[in-house]
């Protein structure tokens, strides 16, 4: 040590001062302890030493939390109402447009501001050498809500769909029509569907709120992310049963197959007495390790297939909520187009409880209107030509299956995109900011 701090106790120096210490040496009987401080360990992570990771090199800063705005009420914002009779099939045909792969999404700025669009993707770029547990600690203490956690369920997930039912003035799990009054028959079971949604949180939240009240059908990948009945702790999980498509219990659950969804849906009729279900969740995602930038293009299929999933199995008046990641590309914008003439009244809401840095938003869509069979059916087409520009050697893609004049004709609608993917953007900005900050003073 080289001198003592003045701020020191006056006992621990004349203490020292006893033993023989002289200011400017070292500790010891001759001094020959170091006389500089030892410095904290810069080390990130598992990396070896000396490594340097630009814009993330730890210091000492802190963080500004006037540039972010946390409410416990949330604000809701609905899309303005379509009057427009949802478009005929032969219309719909004429629409799907095919192009060049593409895997970059940086000049995807025709429904949004250009400036937001570049500070998202640079702010997402900042983290592609940041090890996923460095990620992890820095989200977790950056995030407000974090603590929430599971609470009583098995997953984050059943605590999000409690969000957003309670949100929503309780829309799906005590569905109304558009005059205020319950959609069930008395003494009728709620029906809703869960696709895509393993392990089961979104199920979970609706069999607590509902207890025997509701039916529930489930349809996901068989595998690690399968639903977990054993693990619906608050609802009761007899109320609730998985399906996989061809075969049943036996198939796979994959829902880009045209098959499972034809076997699904029969099946969900079969035992709604024809009807549908009163309500449908999806909650599809995977893994984009290390391609953040490309979720929205990765997941432009899994899109599609939740929305022509939902079409197929949802009665008249009935609900659809559904994950979305970006919505910047003409894809994505032309599957919102659609809904909105499938549905009396739609929304995209980030609750609280979905972590406020990365892309996720649900879209809410209220009361299906009848006539909408012409849009399920472009939809199973649209999935089918798809199927067959999978190829990994194919180089052609669906790159819009509504117009880009449409889309941009149509003011309200447009107005609406560009209004909320702005929003969303400026708000990941800077919670991207605050991880930033959080990575570098741990």
């Known amino acids: 040590m080289a001198s003592a701090p003045s701020g020191y106790n006056p006992i621990v120096k004349n203490m020292m001062k006893n033993m023989g210490f002289k200011e400017g040496s070292g500790l010891g009987k001759y001094g020959q302890g170091r006389t500089q401080i030892v410095e904290a360990s810069k080390q990130r992570g598992r990396r070896g030493f000396g490594l340097h990771l630009d814009g993330l090199e730890p210091a000492d800063i802190q963080w500004d939390f006037s540039k972010e705005k946390v409410n416990i009420q949330e604000d809701v914002y609905w899309m303005p109402q379509c009057f427009r009779d949802p478009p005929k099939i032969h219309e719909l045909r004429q629409w799907m447009k095919e192009g060049p792969k593409k895997l970059v999404i940086d000049d995807e700025d025709e429904f949004c501001d250009p400036g937001i669009l570049r500070n998202v993707l640079a ?193 008249t008046g009935g609900h659809f909520i559904c994950k979305l990641f970006d919505v910047f590309t003409p894809f994505s914008v032309g599957l919102i187009y659609l809904v909105y003439h499938a549905f009396q009244h739609i929304c995209i809401h980030k609750p609280n409880t979905s972590r406020p840095a990365n892309s996720e938003r649900y879209i809410i869509c209220k009361n299906r209107l009848e006539n909408t069979k012409d849009i399920h059916d472009y939809l199973y087409e649209v999935n089918c030509r798809l199927g067959q520009l999978s190829s990994s050697l194919c180089n052609q893609d669906i790159v819009e299956i509504v117009p880009l004049r449409l889309l941009k004709e149509d003011a309200a609608f447009y107005d609406y995109i560009v209004e909320s993917n702005n929003r969303l953007g400026e708000q990941q900005i800077i919670h991207l900011a605050k991880i930033k900050a959080f990575a570098q003073n741990t």
Request: aromatic share 14%; hydrophobic share 35%; proline share 4%.
């Open 123 to 315: 702010c997402k770029s900042v983290f592609d050498k940041l090890e996923p547990e460095e990620m992890r600690r820095a989200r977790t203490r950056s995030n407000p809500f974090e603590t929430i956690r599971g609470v009583i369920f098995q997953n984050r997930a059943a605590v999000k769909m409690a969000n957003i039912d309670a949100m929503f003035d309780f829309m799906f799990t005590d569905p109304k029509d558009s005059d205020g009054n319950s959609i069930l028959e008395p003494h009728e079971l709620l029906y809703f569907a869960d696709i895509c949604a393993g392990p089961g949180g979104f199920s979970e939240y609706v069999l607590w709120r509902k207890k025997w009240e509701a039916k529930g059908f489930g349809f996901t990948l068989r595998g690690q992310n399968d639903f977990k009945l054993e693990e619906f702790f608050a609802g009761p999980p007899e109320s609730f049963e998985p399906h996989y498509g061809v075969n049943g219990l036996e198939g796979d659950g994959d829902i880009y197959v045209s098959e499972n969804l034809r076997e699904f849906r029969r099946f969900v009729l079969e035992n709604t007495d024809g009807k549908g279900v009163h309500f449908v969740m999806a909650d599809g995602g995977f893994s984009v390790e290390g391609r953040e930038n490309l979720q929205e293009i990765l997941s432009k299929r899994l899109y599609l297939c939740q929305f022509l999933c939902a079409l197929s199995i949802l009665r």
